[in-house]
């Protein structure tokens, strides 16, 4: 039996967090709290991340793979552009976080991660 208590628990965690840095760039924190904050993000996201894949591997989820995908991809970008940081503007940032943020981050939380759900409730 699994329990999707602690990959809630993260997920709610990680909106916080992303709230927090959408707040922090909506109202021009200063570049350093910015950057914290989204190495924060990127850090609790690799660890939610491992959560994940252990328990997709734990419970033989059939999309482990393309879902690992998934997740290599949005970290690889979130590392890219928190490189790029310095060379971009405030307004391509928020533009950026704002797309990052809504279509990506959300929509996996809402679509690729309720596969794995409903996949662990399939179990129980």
């Not at 959560?51 to 995908?69: A, L, S, W």
């Not at 979130?78 to 405030?90: K, S």
């Amino acid at each position: 039996m699994f329990d999707m208590a602690e990959i809630d628990q993260q997920h709610r965690k990680l909106v916080k967090l992303l709230k927090k840095m959408n707040e922090a760039v909506k109202s021009h924190k200063p570049r350093k709290e910015i950057y914290r904050i989204f190495e924060e993000v990127i850090s609790y996201t690799e660890l939610h991340f491992a959560t994940e894949e252990r328990v997709m591997t734990q419970t033989e989820f059939p999309e482990t793979k393309m879902h690992k995908k998934h997740h290599k991809q949005l970290l690889n970008e979130a590392h890219l552009f928190m490189e790029r940081l310095d060379d971009i503007g405030e307004h391509i940032f928020r533009e950026w976080f704002n797309q990052w943020y809504y279509a990506c981050v959300v929509t996996h939380l809402l679509h690729q991660d309720r596969r794995l759900e409903d996949h662990i409730s399939q179990l129980n």
